[in-house]
């Protein structure tokens, strides 16, 4: 099992910029990718970016080059840094993580979620 904990959500203006995390513990063999998703009130939900254990990065065309997002492999923790932020980028913010455990299974698992509120 793998349990997450987010920090770093709040309240920022437009333009402003703040920081997400998220860390991973618990039994498991291998983080394969970690990824950030949001939900606006009335939305589904939605990819904002994920990482792969090699780096790779992939991101919604919304939030290119505005967010960045980082990994720690050796913390098992993922960061998403958000610049100039939008009133639009107002959601929770959810971490998920995609591992195999040690019987060669591959599971996911979600955050709890984390609120981003940015005012115009």
């Known amino acids: 099992q793998v349990q997450l904990v987010e920090s770093g959500g709040g309240l920022v203006q437009a333009g402003g910029s703040l920081r997400v995390s998220c860390s991973a513990s618990?039994?498991?063999?291998?983080?394969?990718?970690m990824g950030w998703y949001r939900q606006a009130p009335g939305k589904q939900r939605e990819l904002v970016a994920t990482?792969?254990?090699?780096?790779?990065?992939n991101y919604a065309d919304s939030v290119k080059g505005r967010f960045t997002i980082s990994r720690d492999n050796a913390k098992n923790t993922v960061y998403l840094q958000m610049n100039s932020l939008k009133p639009e980028d107002t959601a929770v913010y959810y971490c998920?993580?995609?591992?195999?455990?040690?019987?060669?299974?591959?599971?996911?698992?979600w955050g709890q979620g984390t609120l981003v509120t940015v005012s115009s």
């Open positions: 990482i792969t254990i090699g780096g790779t990065t």
């Open positions: 618990g039994r498991f063999h291998t983080i394969n990718a």
């Open positions: 998920n993580v995609k591992y195999r455990t040690w019987t060669s299974r591959y599971l996911e698992v």
